[in-house]
């Protein structure tokens, strides 16, 4: 489950609680709202866990969902990716689409959650390119059947309360470590002026040799990048060569995370 720190107004419509059985997880409720034409998805209150542009249904609509692409900047899109936590399954959408070497698998703890995503989110159905898991996050990063087995781990794990990151200790950020490939990069959606934040980052930087940070959207959200393999070996005019490929192939932002992470290297001008 991902969340954004912002609220929406709107006409709302909910989707009954319920539990799984199979781990006696606690259902969200989920409701919608519907403003300008962007739906919203909701966890039982006004915080945002996902949206969707009506005409538009494949693009990314929330920034911090954006920038969880920022590893487009140094890696080909690569054979798997893990994607921990589905939200309004923007991510999932969008690899699927424009990603057609690249398998997706989606972990969610919720039962609920992936019936909710294909109704109202258009999630596409799974095929030999996308498959979904009920389960724990961290159960299955743990699982030793999935060492080096993605090139990208995407994290947004987040409840109803949002009380910082469902999943945030340092056995979790190890897990995700192992479960890369060599050169991989785990994304993760952070609170940047949450009180979690320092935490996490701490204990992400003990793991991973190489972390960068991109600028924190205006509701608050910030996503870090934690590089597992050798250091980067780039110049900005690099960067912001790639950073213009990424913008004309998939629209993205890029060029204001290559300024991003060039300043954070250091890198002259």
């Known amino acids: 489950m991902s969340i954004a720190r912002q609220k929406t107004d709107g006409t709302r419509s909910r989707s009954p609680r319920k539990r799984s059985q199979a781990k006696r997880v606690s259902e969200p409720v989920i409701s919608f709202s519907e403003l300008d034409g962007i739906r919203y998805l909701h966890f039982g209150s006004p915080w945002v866990q996902g949206a969707m542009d009506i005409e538009h249904p494949d693009e990314l609509v929330l920034s911090y969902i954006q920038d969880m692409m920022a590893w487009l900047l140094f890696l080909e899109p690569p054979a798997r990716v893990l994607q921990l936590g589905l939200g309004a399954a923007a991510l999932t959408k969008f690899t699927h689409r424009h990603c057609p070497d690249t398998a997706t698998t989606v972990v969610e703890i919720s039962q609920q959650l992936p019936w909710v ?106 996503v870090l990048l934690a590089l597992k393999g050798p250091p980067l070996q780039v110049s900005r005019r690099q960067l912001l060569a790639r950073a213009r490929v990424l913008e004309e192939d998939y629209g993205l932002p890029a060029r204001k995370w290559a300024r991003a992470v060039a300043d954070q290297l250091g890198l002259g001008r």
């Open 117 to 222: 995503a294909r109704q109202w989110f258009g999630l596409p159905p799974e095929d030999d390119r996308l498959m979904l898991v009920q389960g724990d996050a961290a159960d299955f990063v743990g699982d030793p059947a999935n060492r080096e087995g993605f090139g990208v781990i995407q994290v947004d794990l987040y409840d109803e309360e949002a009380a910082g990151p469902v999943h945030d200790g340092s056995r979790f950020y190890r897990s995700c470590y192992r479960s890369l490939a060599e050169p991989g990069i785990m994304v993760v959606n952070l609170f940047g002026r949450h009180a979690s934040f320092a935490r996490s980052e701490e204990r992400i930087r003990a793991i991973f040799p190489q972390v960068l940070l991109l600028d924190p959207q205006d509701e608050g959200n910030l």
